[in-house]
Structure formats: structure tokens, C-alpha cells
């Protein structure tokens, strides 16, 4: 545009006025002015707000006054303290689980609809999703319900005599946890790899198979990498959000369960220690980040070699 | 050309960045005209239409309708409405209401309105629809619609972008005599952006050719396909021979050559041209080029053998070997008379027309 | 369902799909049922029907007044998020402009982001700021967290506007407010009631933000967490769990619908510009 402007002013310098006008009524003007009310919005209260985390995460507290001069003793606490560390790797190995299962558990649905669909796709998406759309804190609650001592499960299998007395493996711990976390994300898995599914055209497939592959060559050759950047979506969506989960280890975790989130909240709870949360919440933000790069890295190399 | 044209473009330049979308465009189109702009995509022929409708701003030059600048003038300001390419019509309005939808800013009266709506329905032969919503029409209903609600507004000068691509061959060709008598009927310049050399050719009044933003030749429809001045429009607007020859004389207007197959042959110099090396490009079109039949004689003849052939219902192409041509020739001969039956491989002798031929610019 | 030549049609598929519905189900529909046994525990075998765990809500003023609220930061935060949404959606689709994918991305952002981490960064700059925990905290929070939802609603809504019909629209002498108002709003009014919708059910039920954010003020997520250290409260809250949960339904299947009728009329449109 700077290149545009200048040749124009050179070729016709009588009309140096008009062009300011028709930048004014240009395409980026007017998408600029158009997004800036929602963009200042998201920079306000959510770009300032963790740029002030990661301020915080510098700072120290001593009771209420918070010292700014720049410490990374936050970060020696986050990294070093074995119950922070306990809680990081424990956060990190479950949300790796979760989305793993969980992408695993919805290819073969969004390739199902996908594929066999037919007319009621939208009917088949709908379908999938409304579970996920109804209240989350209601759902682990249910998995309370029915994965407790005197819950759904155990009376359940006790009545139909499968088991002569109740299971107390199954609620309170991370089994559980992982349970719940699937079953909370599996729509937004599932969407991701459909929309990339139904972007593989059809005719390549068929190419494939009449350039010799067979089924398992062809999905494996044409249409696993084809749906590759739908897979990284859905194992991003569901990874990073699950690392900072709240709710589902506070009513389901029990003492094995418990999860980063439950020691952040602390922070700023009674424990009151803001820039040490901050430095939690940084810490949490980067190696989840790290691992989703590592783990994407890896299921791209994981697909060409399949190739 | 009438004494004050409809539309002026003067020395109209677009760019896009540093692309050049429209490259010095000069042109006046007459009030009553049926214009075509014809040319490949990317030719630049949409953006100065939609720089006469006012959805792109030339970056300098001006354009003036009527005699009125209309730089800086919004499209809902301007003498001039529009058929788009995929017809726009509003799709939570019926027919009627999509052709009102101009209408309602000129404040007329309701029985008013409706005559006009009424009026421009049965124009366009729709009469009996005007309840139907847009998904509910065909093609070539939805087509009319646009055309009717652009006609309705009694435009200046009616735009017409690549209107009837989106139909199949059939539907077309009668919309492209429908479209004609349309023209003829309200009298006003339609300007028509296309791609169909054939459409043009049977719509226009005069045929703007258009190759990579700039104009490269503005004629009467047989002109155009007859002298053409470039080898690209040629070569665009149906096949041609092409061939070298060595230039013997020249003078303002004419040129004389000498051709290996077709001797020596003074032809209308085109505009512009330039010659390279003493040479010319010289062309004849296929349907120029006829073959003869048993002892028939004419006056100019060239022997050869088909080496292939190729059948297209009423024509039948023949691939020609002229000894001492470097390109055998293509000749496009009607069916009447068995041309689809000469074997490949046979000996035949081609008339020709020296007038036939035409001196382009490379 | 015949699938195409090529195309492996297995039989253990649709069997897989069905487990998984189950799956999917199974948690949901078991509040309901559990909402209208009459025992304090959920336990099998059911203890026969009752609904006095719906009549009890009727009669529960901290309810009430949490559903109350639930209402205003619902409609509220419907309301914000696709007011910002329209803005950001319109200018996405519409224009192309520097910076349009980094603008994006933050928009989107809190859907890549726990949710845990945003809940605390804004309750410290709020508090940092001096600012009272209110409901209206609660609503600029749940903006954020909204609008990613409503712009993916509202993107794919104006993403099968074609912007022909508004130069159709200045071509015939409209303004351009007169356009939007004529042909814009009209055409995308399904996706701005469809956008709308979802972000009230997830304004509805959202809990993090809410529990971080609401103060003195609950929402209806934040009074069942406070319920649910209390056994005895569970079938009251089983109850009003299942009234949310149908609320929910409903909400999300009108969206749908009105979504599903505005692409078909939207597609017999597109159908030539192809």
C-alpha cells in the first residue's frame, strides 16, 4: 500500500488529496475500525490481565504490600518445591492421557459421520454435542453419582451380582479424573477431525485404491494425513484446557486427583500468595504450551512415516 | 459516434499493490450502445466495471457518465445499475420485493410502485412469479429478477456482469437473443463484461478486447473477427493460421508481403503495428480456407495432404500438409458436402480468398 | 448409507457409535432419573417415583435468587458477546486487513487457554483495580469466555453471506446503513438468534468465571458447588440440575434450527455462485 500511495503521488501530483480519501474507504480501514470495539474488549480483560500474571510471577508479597523488584523465586518455589512439582507432572500425564484417549475415542465417530453419514450429518453433530453444551459442573457431579461407593456403578453391578462388595476403586483418583475429563471433551474433539474429514475429497480416496492400496493403506496414506490438521486442533483443544481443570479433581480426584488448578486457587484463596500463583499459572501456561508443540511435532513424524 | 458519449474513461489506471489491474484505459461508449468488454479472466474487464458501477475507485484517471465525473460518487448515487454475476437476488425477499427494493427509496406511491414492478416483471416475461422466493427459481428466472429490478430503477446505463455464465448452453442462447431485444426495447447502453467470445460476437453493437488490464482493440463485432489487429485477439476470438512472411513494401495503410504458400499479398496495415526483422505475422481464419472437389478450379489454390480430422457434428476440421509451410493448416469445412469422409492421408486442394488474409501485430 | 466404492463399511462401526452415545448420554440422563426417586441416596434399585425434589425448589429463596441471577449475567453476556461478536465476526469475514490473524487468535484465545488462568488473571486485575465483586464482573468475565462461541456461530453465518447482495442493495440506490438494515441484518438474523442462544447457555452454565468472579452473588452453578458438600441437599440439586440441563437442550436445539433453516435458504442462494 506505502509502495501504491507514493507511485501515485509521483504519476498525478494534483491529486494528492483524494488519495488519503480512498484509504480512508479502503479494506483495511474498515476492517481495522470495525474489529477494534471486540479486539480492545479482549485486550483489556484478557491480554492485560495475563500480562499482569506474568508481572506478578516476578514480584514477591510480604502480607498485603506486594515488593516489585524482579525475583524469579516464584519460579524456584513452582519448580522446585516437590509438592508443585508432584502436582505439575501429575496435571501434565493426565491432561496427555485425556487428550490421547480422547482423540483416539472420537476419530472413529467424526470419521463415522463423516463418511457414513449420509443426509444427517448435522443431525449425527448435533447429537454428539448437545451432552457437551449442558452443564459441565452437573456432568462431573453425575460422575460422582455414579462412580461412588453407594453410587450408580457399585449397586448397579451388586444388584445384576457381578461383584459381592463395593468397589472403592473407581472414585478418587485419577482413573477417574481421566474418565470425566474424556467424557467432558469429547464434542470438541470430535468437531475439529470431522470438519478436516470432510475436507478430504472423496476422489483421492478412490484414486488410492486404484493406484492398489488396500483399505488400511488408503486410510493410512491419504486419509489420516489429510485429517492430520484437524487431529492437532483436537489434541490442542482438549489438552491445554484440561491441565488447569478445577472442578473435576476438587469433586472426583480425592486426594490422588488433585490437580495444578486446586493449587492455584489456593494462592488466592486463604493461602494468599498472588505472586506465587502467578508463577504457578505462567509455569502451567509455558510447559503445557512446550508439550503440545513436542506432542504435535510428534504425530506429524508419527505420519510420515506411516506414509 | 454520437457527439457526447454515454460513458468517458479517461486514462483510468487500477492497481493493487503493485499489480496492475487496469493499465491507461481510454474509452468512450456511445448512449444506446450494446458494449461488450471480452477478454480472458484477470483481463481486468470486471474491474472497470465495477469502477463504472462504483464498487472500485480507479487509482487515477476519471470516468464520467452523462458527461459527469463520478469519481468519488457512491454507487447508490450513480445513473447506472447492475446485473451481477450470480444474480444477487435477496434471498429473504420474493420476487416482487427484490425488484421494489429500489423502488422504496424514491418514495412513490403504492399503486405507483406496483405498475412499475408489475411492468418490469412482465418485461422480462415473470409476470406470473412474483411471489416466489429466490431459492424456489431457476436460473434463468433468477437471472431475470436481477435484470428486472435493475431495469426497474431506469438506469443510464445497465451493467452486466458475466450475466449469463452461470446458465447452461441451451438456456444461453435464448437469453442472449432475449437480452438483445431487451436492449433494443429500452434503449438504453447496456455495457457487458464476458468471457464467450460467441456471446459477444452476437450481442454487441461494438467489442471492447481486454488482455492483462489494458484494451486491445475496440471494434464492430465483424471487425473485431474479421480484422483482427494482434495475433492474441486472433487467436482468443476462434482459431487462425498463422504464418511468417517477409515484408516487401509498407506504406501508412498498407502492407505488402511475401508468404510461402500464399505469394505475394498487400494487406491493411493493423494499428500499432511494428514489424521485427522485415517480418509479419500473417493470418486466415479456418472457415476461410475451402476444399475442392474433383476438377473444380479457383482462382487461388494450395495443394496438401490431411494428416488428421476431426468431426464436429455440421463441421468437420481437416489438418492440412502444405508442402513448404511450416505449420500445416487447419481448415474448417462444412458437412454438405462429405468433407467428414475424406480419408486421412488423401491429397487435397484448398481455395482461398487473398482478402481472407489479415497482417497482425506479434 | 451406502458408502461410496472405496470407502470401508464396517460392522463393528456403527456398534462402537452406539457405546459411545452411551457413553455420552448415560451421565446426563442419569440426573433425571435419580430427580424423581423418592430416596435421599442414588442408590439402584430406584426407590419409586416422587417430585417433591421439584416441588422443594419452588420454596427455596437462595435459589431463586441464584436463578435470578443466573438470568441477568445470561442475557447480559448474550447480549455483549454478540454485540462484540457481530463487530469482530463482520470485519473477519468482510475485510481483509494486517494484523487480522493476531486479532483473531486473541479473540479465540480462551478456548486454548485453562480456564483457571484467565479466572484468576482478571479476579487480580479487577481486584487490583479496587473494583467490588459483582455480577457485573461476573458478566465481563463471561463475555470473554463467550465469545469465542458466539464468533464461530457468527462466522459461519456471515461466511455464507455473499457480499454481492449489498452491492446489489448500494447499486439500487440503498445507503449503506440503509443496507445493513435491509438486506445484512435480515439475511444473518438467524445467526445473530442462534449466537445469541449459545452464549446464553453457556453464560448459563459456566462455573469457574462465575465462582471466581460473583462475589456475594451466586450464580446457579456456583450454589449447587455450595450445596454439594451437603449429601442431604443432593436430590434437591439433582433436581434443579435436570431443569438446567432441559433448559439447556431446548435452548441449543432452537439454535440449531433456526441455524439449519438460515443455511438451507443461505445455500439455495449460493447454489449458482459456485
Known sequence: ?????????????????????????????????????????????????????VAYSFWTQDYLTIDRTFTLQNYKTALGEPIYQDLLVRSLVISLVVSVVTV????????????????????????????????????????????????????????????????????????????????????????????SLEKVDRSLIEAAHDLGDNKLMSFLRVTLPLSLPGVISAFLIVMIPTVGDYVTPKLVGGKDGVMIATAIQAQFGKGANWPLGAALSVTTMVIVSAMAGIAVLALKLLVRMAK | ???????????????????????????????????????????????????????????????????????????????????????AIFPHLDVEENVAYGLKRLKLDASGERRRVGAALDQVRLGHLGKRRAHELSGGQRQRVALARALVMRPKVLLLDEPLSALDKKLREEMQVELRSLQKAVGITFILVTHDQYEALALSDRIAVMFGGRIAQVATPKEIYQRPTTRQIADFLGGMNFMKARITGETAT???????????????????????????????????????????????????????RH???????????????????????????????????????????????????D | MSGRHGIPKSRWLPAYVTVYLAFLYFPILLLPIFSFNNAATTTFPLAGFTTKWYASLWHNTALLEAARNSMIVGVSVAILSTVLGICAARAITRYRFRGQRAATGLIMAPLFLPEIIFAVSLLMIILQLGVELSLVTVILGQVIFCLPYAMSVLISGFGGFDRSLEEASLDLGETAIGTFRRVTLPVVAPALVSSLLVSFTVSLDEFILAFFLSGTEPTLPVYIWGQLRFAAKLPGVLALGS????????????????????????????????
Open chain 1, 104 to 195: 483416539t475415542l472420537s476419530y472413529p465417530i467424526a470419521w463415522f459421520i463423516s463418511f457414513h453419514g449420509g443426509v444427517h450429518k448435522n443431525l449425527w453433530l448435533f447429537l454428539i454435542t448437545v451432552p457437551c453444551w449442558t452443564s459441565y459442573l452437573l456432568r462431573v457431579m453425575s460422575w460422582k453419582v455414579i462412580l461412588g461407593y453407594g453410587g450408580v456403578m457399585n449397586t448397579g453391578l451388586l444388584s445384576i451380582g457381578i461383584i459381592d462388595k463395593p468397589l472403592t476403586s473407581l472414585l478418587y483418583n485419577s482413573n477417574a479424573v481421566v474418565i470425566t475429563l474424556v467424557h467432558s471433551w469429547a464434542a470438541f474433539a470430535i468437531l475439529p477431525i470431522f470438519v
Open chain 2, 311 to 361: 468431426y464436429f457434428g455440421e463441421i468437420t476440421h481437416l489438418i492440412v500438409d502444405v508442402p513448404g509451410m511450416e505449420q500445416p493448416l487447419s481448415v474448417s469445412e462444412t458437412n454438405n458436402f462429405g468433407a467428414d469422409d475424406i480419408p486421412v492421408g488423401d491429397a487435397v486442394r484448398l481455395a482461398y480468398d487473398p482478402d481472407a488474409l489479415v497482417a497482425l501485430s
Open chain 1, 1 to 53: 500500500m506505502a509502495v501504491l500511495s507514493a507511485t501515485e503521488v509521483e504519476q498525478r501530483p494534483t491529486h494528492p488529496p483524494k488519495n488519503k480519501a480512498r484509504w480512508t474507504a479502503s479494506e483495511e480501514a474498515s476492517g481495522l475500525a470495525l474489529i477494534s470495539p471486540t479486539l480492545l474488549y479482549a485486550v483489556a480483560l484478557l491480554f492485560l490481565p495475563i500480562l499482569i500474571v
Open chain 3, 243 to 274: 431443569v438446567m440441563i432441559l433448559i439447556s437442550i431446548l435452548l441449543l436445539t432452537l439454535s440449531e434450527i433456526i441455524r439449519r433453516r438460515a443455511e438451507h435458504r443461505l445455500r439455495a442462494q449460493g447454489a449458482l455462485n459456485a
Open chain 2, 1 to 87: 459516434m454520437p457527439e457526447t458519449p454515454m460513458i468517458t474513461i479517461e486514462a483510468v489506471n487500477k492497481f493493487y499493490g503493485i499489480y496492475k489491474a487496469l493499465d491507461d484505459v481510454s474509452l468512450d461508449i456511445a448512449a444506446g450502445e450494446f458494449f461488450s468488454l471480452l477478454g480472458p479472466s484477470g483481463c481486468g474487464k470486471t474491474t472497470l466495471l465495477r469502477s463504472i458501477a462504483g464498487f472500485d475507485t480507479p487509482s487515477t484517471g476519471d470516468i464520467r457518465i452523462d458527461g459527469q465525473s463520478v469519481i468519488g460518487t457512491p454507487p447508490n448515487r450513480r445513473p447506472t445499475n447492475m446485473v451481477f454475476q450470480n444474480y
Open chain 2, 254 to 308: 498498407r502492407l505488402s508481403v511475401e508468404t510461402p504458400r500464399f505469394g505475394g499479398v498487400t494487406l491493411d496495415k493493423p494499428l500499432g503495428f511494428n514489424a521485427r526483422n522485415g517480418t509479419a505475422t500473417i493470418g486466415i481464419r479456418p472457415e476461410r480456407l475451402r476444399v475442392l472437389w474433383d476438377d473444380a478450379k479457383a482462382d487461388f489454390e494450395l495443394a496438401g495432404r490431411v494428416v488428421d
